[in-house]
Nanobody, 126 residues
Framework: QVQLVESGGGLVQAGGSLRLSCAAS????????MGWFRQAPGKEREFVVA????????DYADSVKGRFTISRDNAKNTVYLQMNSLKPEDTAVYYC???????????????????WGRGTQVTVSS
């Protein structure tokens, strides 16, 4: 079982930037595809972005493409989410998630994640 812990959330003004981190307990971290999801009050949890095992294959939701960047450091068992040009509608609890994949070059999925962090709050003020 994989434990995931998010950090880096906070309060920023619209147009600002924030970087989230997700630390994984799993020593075979590179065997997992990683994703970021978010949930705003009164809304369903939604997919934000995912990255494949190697860190080279990514998939971004249209709402964040061009503003957010996902990356991973397999040596540090950590995945990051760099968020730029933040908007009030980005306000949500952001969750880190993971699933084990057999292929090094497989593109990450948008669903079917098995492990989840507890989330970190991101608030963007206008």
């Amino acid at each position: 079982q994989v434990q995931l812990v998010e950090s880096g959330g906070g309060l920023v003004q619209a147009g600002g930037s924030l970087r989230l981190s997700c630390a994984a307990s799993e020593r075979t971290f590179s065997d997992y595809c990683m994703g970021w999801f978010r949930q705003a009050p009164g809304k369903e949890r939604e997919f934000v972005v995912a990255v494949g095992r190697s860190g080279r294959s990514t998939d971004y939701a249209d709402s964040v493409k061009g503003r957010f960047t996902i990356s991973r450091d397999n040596a540090k068992n950590t995945v990051y989410l760099q968020m730029n040009s933040l908007k009030p509608e980005d306000t949500a609890v952001y969750y880190c998630a993971a699933y084990r994949d057999m292929g090094w070059y497989t593109a990450p999925k948008r669903s079917g994640y098995d492990y989840w962090g507890r989330g970190t709050q991101v608030t963007v003020s206008s």
